[in-house]
């Protein structure tokens, strides 16, 4: 297969029979493209990553354009194919025979033009390519282009005003102080993206709906608790950390956003393309509204990393907190607050839509991760456990930090699946959800 995907592709293959699902791993890197079926969706998708690294602004913003090329995407096909779902912003009116295939191409085309005008002559270059490999008649191919462009100015338009354009600083004020966060070595960079915080989500509206209460105070003993295993497993050397939870924290090293969002779209790859693009649609969607939610909340609160609260140890009022000037991480510290651990939030988000869509959240699981390891796992659990784990190991976060995001994910994902793109039904066959529409943070915090 020849395609231009611009980083490493988690292939995963699914069989589901009863409670059995199996997932296996494999990374693919190529150059330029010709994709069909389902396929296409992906590469379309993995272009916006390469647009970005382009221009270059920061991959987080790019994921919210990604996302919403998804969602036109899944509009234009849902369109064409008269999918019994209903749709991200329009389901336009398309004549008998279009090209799901054009109008997929196209919705993204669209999308891709508007969110990256500087690159066209890129973008028309790679539209040209894969409008031509659209295996239909000149008339059908006409057809489709018609329902993608439709699609995709609506869900441009559903967007206008999300905030996804923002400078990047909007919402930082520097802080000082114990427990408050403030940029860390090596780069003592400025914050990442704390516009995020404000951009409207996909499904819902707030982007506060899933907010946490505060962190721990630093007198607690859940913070004595968590700043003593991170002082000891989490520093770079004369750790107690061993070899095998060293290798687990370079193994989920890599950005959540990025793994995540392979993920999905290689599920995907296995489906027919309709339930692809909604599969598609909704996964990449609970990775977006999952980084929404733990920026939120980040910027909320803004607590510090362990690199600098365990440097200052002396400062924080706790008894049980001794002050380490020199500590340092095993894996650098991402330039952003604590609070709550992103990629518990994210791979939680994810692996809710996962046990929402197939029903089930124990198969067995061959994940791909950093430098093309391969992890087995039996349960989301384990996952949740292994990814959680990896980042107090890495010294990057507290333990409870990586809980609370857990849970955060959970419901972002859990919500996001159950209203985005829901299936039509009609009044009397309708299901309401049971405490959908009123989710709201909860954490038990027993230590």
Known sequence: MKGTLFFS??????????????????????????????????????????????????????????????????????????????????????????????????????????????????????????????????????????VGEAAANAVLASRVGDHRNDPELEGYAPGRGPGVWIPTPPAFANPQTPFLQFVTPFGYDNPARFRPHAPPALDSRTYALDYNEVKDVGRVTETSRTAEQSATALFWSPSASALWSANVRSLANSMDLLTAARFEAIGIAAVTNGLIACWDAKYAYMFWRPVTAIRAGDTDGNSETEQDPGWTPFIVTPSHPEYPAAHSTVGASVLRFYTVWFGTDQFPLAFKGNGGAVRNYTSVEEIHADEGNARVWGGMHWRNSTEVGTAVGRKVGKFTAKHLLRPIRSEHDRERDDDDSRDSWEHNDKR
């Not at 991200?88 to 508007?114: D, L, M, Q, T």
């Open 9 to 146: 592709i988690l292939i995963v293959v699914l069989i589901t029979s009863g409670l059995n699902v199996q997932l296996t791993a494999q990374t693919q890197v190529t150059p330029v493209s010709v994709f069909t079926g389902p396929a296409l969706l992906g590469d379309w998708g993995n272009r916006f990553t390469a647009l970005g690294a382009s221009v270059p602004e920061n991959p987080l913003r790019t994921q919210v354009r990604t996302t919403i090329a998804q969602m036109a995407m899944f509009d234009a096909l849902n369109a064409v194919l008269d999918g019994p779902y209903r749709p991200f912003a329009s389901k336009p009116a398309s004549a008998p025979g279009a090209s799901p295939e054009a109008a997929a191409i196209h919705a993204a085309y669209i999308v891709a033009r508007n969110e990256f005008p500087t690159k066209t002559a890129a973008i028309d270059s790679a539209y040209n390519t894969s409008i031509a490999s659209v295996p239909a008649s000149p008339g059908a191919i006409a057809d489709g282009i018609m």
